[in-house]
């Protein structure tokens, strides 16, 4: 996946994610939308990481195609 893949995923991923909050919102914090928008952070954090990766290689003279998605219990203990 290309930067340009990874930048289309990442908006495509906000708007379900703004959706979902709106349908949490209004069904409670244990309906199926919250559940999906847990995934959806997950998935989110995921495509930054990469987006980082990425950059940080091409930055430093190296293949950006190497960076690689990072499991879940990875990105989430991330400091923001």
Do not use: F, K, T
Not at 22 to 45: F, K, M, T
């Amino acid at each position: 996946m290309d930067d340009a893949e990874v930048i289309s995923r990442i908006g495509a991923l906000v708007d379900e994610e703004h959706a979902l909050e709106r349908e949490a919102g209004q069904h409670g914090p244990e309906s199926d939308a919250a559940g999906r928008l847990r995934e959806v952070e997950v998935a989110l954090d995921q495509c930054w990481d990469l987006l980082r990766q990425r950059r940080a290689r091409r930055e430093m003279g190296q293949d950006p195609n190497d960076a690689r998605v990072r499991a879940p219990e990875v990105v989430e203990r991330y400091q923001q």
